[in-house]
């Protein structure tokens, strides 16, 4: 069975800074390309970034450039979003799923990311 675990979503301020973790488990996760997706209140689904099964190649959402990185440690079968210089519009809960832009396959349960003063 697929499952994904995100964390590390919190409280931060403007500005601020998280890293967020996706613990995977049941899938060969160095087969996959991964993605990060987020919901903010009220809003569809929008695609945030992606990186492919070995890392070689990193893609990003125009809203998100510059001020995400994502990577991952096929060791420990987990994905991570860095995101710097955070604004009050990128509060969302904060998704992993296997597979790129266009073809998402499995999610995790999301982790809430609210950023406010």
């Known amino acids: 069975e697929v499952r994904l675990v995100e964390s590390g979503g919190a409280l931060v301020q403007p500005g601020g800074s998280l890293r967020l973790s996706c613990a995977a488990s049941?899938?060969?996760?160095?087969?996959?390309?991964m993605s990060w997706v987020r919901q903010a209140p009220g809003k569809g689904p929008e695609w945030v970034s992606a990186i492919t099964w070995n890392g070689g190649r990193t893609y990003y959402a125009d809203s998100m450039k510059g001020r995400a990185t994502i990577s991952r440690d096929n060791a420990k079968n987990t994905l991570y979003l860095q995101m710097d210089n955070l604004k009050s519009e990128d509060t969302a809960v904060y998704y992993c799923?296997?597979?790129?832009?266009?073809?998402?396959?499995?999610w995790g349960q999301g982790t809430l990311v609210t950023v406010s003063s």
């Open positions: 049941g899938f060969t996760f160095d087969d996959y390309a």
């Open positions: 799923a296997t597979g790129g832009q266009g073809y998402l396959e499995h």
